[in-house]
């Protein structure tokens, strides 16, 4: 069996109960549960350990890490059609699409970032995630409402991958849940607020 994949008593034994509990969190889906063909039960390791640190979560470090092994397991998953439907992505050309498709990963990675530096740090990458997002959207020819819509549109992805996440994970802490909306808002508010900076100094310097 791959190592990313348990049995039964391999999920028991990490998780330190009997392998009766963990059938009983599976039926009761507290525990994220994948059937073989055979009708066999599977556990994702990761799926495991992160409703382990979820169920430890009484101290803010412990709570950050569960987020962070969230957010390491998060996986932005944009459909074509999503995009097609904006109407700011209908004006950019093929490289440009390109490159805003990588947004939501780029700011993916910024947060796992943030997640493990000082609040300065953290700071300084929303920043420039700010700067970035701008930067491509004049180069693009995006007004600042158009360039708006295009950092909401990843930031509200990376909000649903997130949940998804903590979701299937069974993650019931709620200072967890908090604090995970806590980091993301304070995150992405920075990144929206130097992105309307950025726009509104690229228009004082073109009068």
Not at 18 to 38: E, F, N, Y
Not at 43 to 60: I, N, P
Not at 90 to 107: F, T, V
Not at 111 to 119: C, I, N, P, T, Y
Request: hydrophobic share 35%.
């Amino acid at each position: 069996m791959p190592d990313d994949w348990l049995g039964l008593s391999e999920a028991a034994q990490l998780l330190g109960v009997h392998p009766s509990t963990i059938r009983s969190w599976a039926d009761q889906g507290r525990l994220p549960v994948h059937r073989t063909q055979g009708g066999h039960r599977r556990f994702l390791r990761g799926e495991v350990e992160l409703c382990m640190s979820s169920q430890k979560a009484d101290g803010s470090n412990e709570v950050a890490q569960v987020i962070q092994s969230a957010l390491k397991r998060t996986r932005i998953q944009i459909s074509e059609g999503r995009l097609e439907d904006e109407e700011w992505y209908k004006k950019l050309d093929k490289e440009a699409r390109d490159q805003y498709r990588l947004s939501g990963r780029s700011m993916l990675q910024g947060l796992v970032g943030a997640l493990s530096s000082d609040q300065a740090n953290a700071e300084a990458e929303a920043r420039a995630l700010g700067y970035e997002y701008a930067s491509r959207g004049r180069r693009c020819g995006l007004s600042s409402a158009e360039a708006v819509r295009a950092f909401l549109f990843f930031r509200n992805m990376l909000v649903e991958s997130m949940l998804s996440v903590y979701e299937s994970a069974s993650v019931r802490s709620s200072h967890a849940w908090g604090d995970m909306m806590r980091k993301i808002n304070n995150f992405t508010d920075q990144i929206l607020t130097t992105l309307l900076e950025t726009y509104d100094a690229f228009q004082r310097a073109n009068r």
